[in-house]
């Protein structure tokens, strides 16, 4: 199993910036896509950045483009989310997911989350 582990989570004011890591054991060659979620009280969860383990490519979400960074090191099996210019809504607690096999697009796994998922880390912007 990949159980991937969440960290540099915490607060921050708006404006600043924070950068998120997601360590994970384990072989990643089965594992193409690996996301980063968040669920905000009384929402949804939503896919924020996921990014292929292979060829690189990513998918965000519209309201994070621009403020927004995912990239990995296949060689620590680590993925960051690199967050500018955080905002008052990026509010949440932020989930790390390594997808499941069958997911072949980072814009899939953006959508479905299926995998294996970490613990999450709250990221609080606020003044």
């Known amino acids: 199993q990949l159980q991937p582990v969440e960290s540099g989570g915490g607060l921050v004011q708006p404006g600043g910036s924070l950068r998120l890591s997601c360590a994970f054991s384990g072989f990643t060659s089965d594992y193409y896509a690996i996301g980063w979620f968040r669920r905000a009280p009384g929402k949804e969860r939503e896919g924020v950045a996921c990014?292929?383990?292979?060829?690189?490519?990513?998918y965000y979400k519209d309201s994070v483009k621009g403020r927004f960074t995912i990239s990995r090191d296949n060689l620590k099996n680590t993925v960051y989310l690199q967050m500018n210019s955080l905002k008052p809504e990026d509010t949440a607690v932020y989930y790390c997911a390594v997808g499941a096999p069958y997911i072949t697009t980072v814009r899939h796994m953006c959508i479905r989350g299926d995998g294996e998922w970490g613990q999450g880390t709250q990221v609080t912007v606020s003044s």
């Open positions: 990014i292929s383990s292979s060829d690189g490519s990513t």
